[in-house]
């Protein structure tokens, strides 16, 4: 069964530190996956995906994501953390039997202090 | 281009009762899908319809239920309420089914008391 973990619930980091969100997963065949945020009283808003290609692949508000294939991971990453970015982050993957069927990770809470 | 949007934005109902939500997808989006939000469960599927068919359905009991209308358009109904029920609804649209991703309205927040 294709699942995704966020080992952690929640990563504190300062402003303008470089920030990493961390997501592994399990899926039978090729991966689709990609990375959400929601902000309070919000729904998903999307960031970034990974189909094929490039293993670096960067996405809105300038965050970027690593697949990793061989430690089945795809951390989000971002140089310069701002307060504007704590929300709750979202990894998920495209269940291999449904098209638009997403499996999401539990999430993980950012908080970036001044 | 306008996002999803999701009507009502937040819902009070007593246990029993049925519930209809609705979405309207981003023009030019053919496929909806329905997902709960839960404290404890997490981000759920619900199901997904394309082309006015139901394509996926998820791991909730018949009392879900849903339809797409010719303009793409969503509702899912839940009937027979129970005081577990309560949750944020999401809608998501995409373009295609695939590699495409889903863009999110802001839910539906439903209390069943």
């Known amino acids: 069964a294709q699942s995704v973990a966020q080992p952690e619930d929640q990563v504190n980091v300062a402003e303008g530190n470089p920030l990493t969100v961390k997501c592994t997963y399990s899926v039978s065949g090729n991966p689709y996956l990609f990375w959400y945020v929601q902000y309070p009283n919000r729904g998903l808003q999307f960031l970034l995906k990974?189909?094929?290609?490039?293993?670096l692949v960067k996405g809105s508000y300038g965050f970027e994501a690593e697949f990793n294939k061989s430690q089945t991971s795809f951390h989000l990453k971002k140089p310069s953390a701002l307060v504007s970015d704590s929300a709750l982050y979202f990894c998920?993957?495209?269940?291999?039997?449904?098209?638009?069927?997403?499996?999401f990770g539990a999430g993980t809470r950012l908080a970036v202090h001044p | 281009k306008a996002g999803v949007t999701q009507t009502p934005r937040y819902l009070i109902k007593t246990r029993g009762q049925q519930v209809t939500l609705s979405c309207s997808p981003i023009s030019g989006h053919r496929s909806v899908s329905w997902y709960q939000q839960t404290p404890g469960q997490g981000l759920q599927f619900l199901f997904e319809?394309?082309?006015?068919?139901?394509?996926n359905k998820g791991n909730f009991p018949g009392r879900f239920s849903g339809r797409q209308f010719s303009n793409s358009r969503s509702e899912m109904n839940v009937s027979t309420l129970e005081l577990g029920d309560s949750a944020l609804y999401l809608c998501?649209?995409?373009?295609?089914?695939?590699?495409?991703?889903?863009?999110f309205g802001p839910g539906t927040r439903l209390t069943v008391t």
């Open positions: 998501a649209s995409s373009w295609d089914r695939g590699s495409y991703e889903q863009y």
């Open positions: 990974y189909i094929t290609g490039d293993n």
């Open positions: 319809y394309f082309s006015e068919t139901q394509r």
């Open positions: 998920a993957v495209r269940d291999s039997g449904g098209y638009n069927k997403l499996i």
